[in-house]
């Protein structure tokens, strides 16, 4: 069975030379430059080996709703103002038809891949839109360069953006990431910008603490991954993401958009 999640972790690079600052502030020896050009070369590689990733079209049937549908989340979330790299990174969305893994992952740069087995798990809209504000803010924070720095070594990093690497690096680092390991303060950072994104858009700014409730409450679900108990804890993560709804001042309220979040899941036929 494939390793079925999201929230997974990196290090940060401790590299002390050639490295840059974050807008946030930390630091990345990757250049901020190059997230897109890295992501686009890593998206170009998932679009090109529908075997791996079975993307669905985006035309056809309903399929051009239920993209809007998704774009619709993503641009109130650029709209929050909140993003550090708002107008530089792609954000654009895609969805991988797996109904059986809870998943989502963002490239370096914003390209943003929502798996149908996460759709149909979610319950509200709410839900959705705090896992993929998540996904963004490791994409916003850099947490994914971090991540590949560590993992590949920067030169390798370079390569890719370069033209200069294998197709087989390529396979393995579209691989790596969807399944990326990021550290556990990594993990904090991305909850926080959900809450931080999803305020003021309508949505529950703490709607990924309600998919975190769900999977607590769904423990004995062999879908859900071992990880999640131990990385960080989830009631630690449910705790932490109300805790910063509280301190932000934003609406816990969830939206009412149940109609259109069923529509959107049976324009997926899920
Ligand atoms: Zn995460």
């Known amino acids: 069975m494939k390793n079925n999640f999201i929230f997974l972790a990196a290090t940060l690079s401790v590299l002390s030379f050639n490295s840059c600052t974050d807008k946030d502030g930390s630091i990345n020896i990757f250049p901020v430059s190059k997230d897109m050009e890295l992501g686009a070369q890593v998206s170009a590689q998932i679009e090109s ?9 985006l035309t056809g049937g309903n399929n051009a709703r239920a993209h809007d549908y998704l774009n619709a989340i993503v641009d109130k979330i650029k709209a929050s103002g909140k ?5 530089e990174f792609a954000w654009k969305v895609r969805i991988i038809r797996d109904d059986n893994t809870l998943n989502a992952f963002c490239t370096p740069g914003g390209y943003i891949y929502v798996y149908t087995g996460l759709i149909k798990y979610l319950d509200k809209a709410d839900h959705l839109a705090g896992v993929m504000g998540h996904e963004m803010g490791h994409a916003d924070h850099r947490h994914s360069t971090d991540a590949m720095t ?14 200069k690497s294998s197709q087989g690096t390529l ?21 926080d910008s959900s809450v931080d994104y999803l305020g003021g858009t ?10 975190f409730e769900k999977l607590i409450a769904d423990g004995q679900n062999p879908q859900v991954p071992q990880f999640l108990s131990t990385h960080p804890n989830p009631d630690n993560r449910v705790a932490a993401i109300h805790a910063k709804a509280t301190v932000n001042g934003c609406s816990e309220t969830y939206s009412s958009g149940e109609s259109d979040f069923a529509q959107f899941k049976s324009d997926l036929n899920l």
């Open 150 to 163: 560590r993992d590949f070594g920067v030169q390798t990093l370079l390569d890719i953006v370069l033209g």
């Open 83 to 87: 993003l550090d790299y708002k107008d």
């Open 202 to 211: 309508g949505y529950a700014c703490s709607g990924a603490a309600g998919f």
């Open 171 to 191: 396979v393995q680092m579209a691989a790596n990431l969807a399944s990326l390991k990021y550290s556990r303060g990594n993990e904090s950072e991305a909850d």
């Open 49 to 57: 080996d529908p075997a791996t990733y079975p993307l669905i079209p």
